[in-house]
């Protein structure tokens, strides 16, 4: 994988590391049911395993606040599996370009909770990056289509 193509959101050290761990995040939000979900696969630094994870978010108010809370969620569950040198996917532009991009002014208070929230645990990391890509590559998405059929 090209890494030149992530950008460095923080972390302790400046120089990029050989190897990372890859995080692809997503979120899920059902207008009707006002049902929020987020979704994550990380692949481990040394690309031993793949670790899912999925979990409910209370009170999200539309399906870009699940977004800001996957990759929230998701830096935690890299740190709680040991990662500290963390690529990050996500296939949100509005997301990313809210993360690349600091000076950029968030409309939305939740979007300004979560990018500090954010940034905070990226600075407990060695090494962040981030990403945008596009639906179609975004595994975790998957996520939520097998945890749908497995409710039925």
């Known amino acids: 994988m090209r890494a030149d193509i992530f950008r460095r ?26 049902r929020s979900r987020v979704a994550m696969i990380l692949t481990t630094e040394q690309h031993k395993y793949n670790l899912t ?10 399906s870009t606040e699940t977004e800001w809370a996957s990759i929230n969620h998701g830096l935690l569950f890299a740190l709680e599996n040991n990662e500290r040198n963390i690529h990050i996917e996500n296939d949100n532009l509005s997301v990313i370009r809210g993360l690349m991009l600091p000076n950029s002014v968030l409309k939305n208070e939740y979007a300004k909770y979560h ?11 060695y ?17 939520f289509g097998n945890r749908r059929r497995q409710l039925r």
């Open 9 to 34: 959101l923080g972390g302790m050290n400046t120089h990029q590391p050989r190897f990372t761990a890859l995080l692809q995040t997503d979120g899920s939000f059902q207008h009707h049911t006002r």
């Open 53 to 62: 994870h999925m979990t409910r978010i209370p009170d999200a108010q539309d």
């Open 115 to 125: 990018r500090y929230i954010i940034m905070n645990t990226v600075a407990k990391t």
């Open 127 to 143: 090494w962040t990056a981030i990403r945008w890509i596009p639906r179609e590559l975004n595994a975790s998405d998957k996520l």
